[in-house]
């Protein structure tokens, strides 16, 4: 049993392929593709050299078994059951630090586990949130980072009108666009502001505090970056929000962040224990342990904790050989080319796309009306079984990826049906996009609510069946953008009903 004990983590390592596989690619890609996640890679790194810079103050901890090994494990195995119905990579990847948590307790005991809590809890600032989650934030930080900014281009004696997130200077309008939220400064630096509040030697409470003001620096800084921008673009003209201009002016924003971060540290120290830099950086306070381990005959938690791991391996296969096959056939295909007055036109989606999406059934038509100039674009993506990869591309996230801007986003109601409203803008181009979720015969707008509800009914009645069903105007005149709207509402009215007869309902 000791030798088990001593070489049991290599069934972990086995099992985090099988359980965390798509996940781990997951958090690879945004890491790979998405500059504000870049700094994701580093992240394992720096937990890697804080548990090897302890390991001796481990290995002389180390020997008992806590009963929060197996309780953590648990708790992180039902969020990745709970991650692969719902289909919320984020999910997953956070039960993933659960269990390194679980398994540490049950492995080492308490008093070595502790000594890790710090380098594994690290590991959460390496994921990324959920898209949908991204979009709200990017949002508020876009209507902060703009009203502060207005403040200050006015103490420059400026000025300025702010219209949702465009300033108007006048002579020449700034969008402030999801790019210039602050979200690719806020979260890199969240991530610095814990691991310097982990080797700050102080406080508690000053710790807590370095890592909080995190928030407001990034805030701070993005706006008075967007004063400067709009200072430089009247004097020498829009040459200073393009290329590699803007990119300068992204990468001195995050280094006075960084700037900020030390000076209020150094301020906090001076203010209190006058002590040197040299002083109040390491590696930590330092642990007095027993100069030897101690074999625990507590085998349980390591017993259950890998009982634990066998349960969930099993229950994954068996989730995602569980198909609905009492679903009736969508035939998306045979959607009726004419409704009313609009006359449709299949369009083709490239196979690559197609095989990216995975959907079950699809349809894509362009519609014309003989007295408008402007084509109706009706898309609906229906998946029998939602998984994870394997389910509908919010178009908060596609839109972006696609080159495109979002100027502004709202929910709203169609015919007492909600809706989410988006105008998207792309090197002049405008359109308006509305979109909503048909899940197992109810129309949902809110993706909070979309991921909860996929978790009740598997639960439930065993479907996770789900379609996204988008409809896009172009935007002709900005002028006559109310009339694009009435236009698409129309259009809604009228075809809403009838991919709704395409769709599973909630009989099934």
Same mark, same amino acid.
């Given at each position: ?5 001593? &070489?049991?983590?290599? @069934? ?6 099988f359980?965390y ?8 890609e ?14 394992p ?27 953590? $494990? %648990? ?18 990847? /956070? ?38 989650l ?9 209507l ?6 207005v !403040? ?6 400026m ?10 200077l006048?002579v ?33 409470? *000053? ?9 407001p620096i990034? /805030? ?12 430089? @673009?009247?004097?020498?003209?829009? @040459?200073? +929000?393009?290329?590699? !201009? ?6 001195? $924003? ?17 203010? $209190?224990?006058?002590?040197? /830099? ?6 930590g ?19 259950v ?6 349960l ?12 609905h $096959?009492?679903?009736?056939d ?10 009313g ?12 796309? !197609? ?20 084509p ?11 998984r ?10 596609c ?19 909600p +809706?989410?409203?988006? %105008? ?5 181009? *405008? ?9 197992r015969?109810? @129309? /949902? ?5 979309k *991921?909860w509800? %996929? ?9 996770s ?14 002028? *006559? ?5 009435n ?6 009215a009228?075809?809403?009903? !009838?991919?709704?007869? &395409? ?6």
């Amino acid at each position: 049993m000791t030798a088990f004990l001593r &070489y049991w983590p290599g @069934v972990f390592l086995v099992a985090i392929p099988f359980l965390y596989s798509d996940a781990l690619l997951n958090l690879w890609e945004r890491w790979s593709t998405e500059t504000e996640y870049g700094h994701g890679i580093l992240i394992p790194l720096v937990s890697l050299y804080i548990a090897w810079d302890r390991r001796e103050q481990i290995l002389r901890r180390a020997g008992g078994a806590s009963g929060w090994g197996p309780l953590l $494990t %648990l708790l992180a195995l039902l969020a990745l059951i709970a991650g692969e119905i719902s289909a919320l990579f984020a999910l997953k990847q /956070v039960s993933l630090v659960l269990l390194l948590l679980g398994l540490a307790y049950a492995w080492l005991g308490a008093p070595a586990a502790r000594l890790l809590n710090a380098p594994i809890l690290i590991l959460l600032f390496a994921i990324p949130p959920p898209y949908f989650l991204e979009a709200v934030l990017t949002a508020r930080l876009q209507l902060v980072s703009s009203e502060l900014g207005v !403040v200050f281009i006015r103490w420059l004696g400026m000025p300025v009108f702010l219209s949702g997130n465009v300033i108007d200077l006048g002579v020449v309008q700034l969008e402030v666009v999801e790019a210039c939220s602050g979200l690719r400064f806020l979260y890199p630096l969240m991530s610095i502001g814990f691991i310097v509040a982990y080797f700050y030697r102080a406080h508690w409470s *000053k710790r807590l505090l370095v890592f909080l003001s995190t928030v407001p620096i990034t /805030v701070l800084m993005n706006s008075l970056r967007i004063a400067l921008t709009a200072l430089l @673009v009247e004097r020498y003209g829009q @040459v200073m +929000v393009e290329g590699t !201009v803007h990119d300068a002016e992204g990468w001195l $924003t995050f280094g006075g962040c960084l700037v900020l971060l030390f000076v209020e540290i150094l301020l906090l120290e001076l203010l $209190t224990t006058r002590r040197s /830099v040299l002083d109040i950086m390491g590696t930590g306070t330092t642990v007095t342990a027993p100069p030897h381990a101690t074999q625990s005959n507590r085998y349980w938690p390591v017993a259950v904790s890998l009982a634990l791991l066998i349960l969930a391996g099993g229950g994954l296969r068996l989730l995602a050989n569980i198909q609905h $096959t009492d679903l009736p056939d969508t035939h998306l295909s045979l959607f009726p080319n004419q409704l009313g007055d609009w006359h449709g036109r299949s369009m083709e989606l490239d196979p690559d796309v !197609v095989r990216k999406l995975k959907f079950s059934d699809h349809l894509m038509l362009n519609y014309q009306r003989s007295d408008l100039p402007e084509p109706v674009n009706l898309y609906v993506a229906f998946y029998a079984n939602q998984r994870n990869g394997e389910s509908p591309h919010s178009p908060r996230v596609c839109i972006p990826g696609g080159g495109w801007e979002i100027e502004s986003f709202e929910r709203t109601e169609v015919d007492g049906r909600p +809706v989410n409203r988006v %105008l998207i803008s792309r090197e002049g181009q *405008k359109q308006l996009v509305y979109y909503w979720f048909a899940e197992r015969g109810t @129309v /949902v707008a809110n993706e909070y609510v979309k *991921k909860w509800m %996929l978790l009740r009914d598997f639960i439930q009645t065993g479907r996770s069946d789900g379609a996204l069903v988008r409809v896009v105007i172009p935007v002709v005149d900005n002028f *006559k953008i109310e009339q694009s709207e009435n236009t698409l509402r129309s259009f809604i009215a009228l075809a809403h009903p !009838v991919v709704m007869q &395409y769709l599973p309902d909630s009989s099934y």
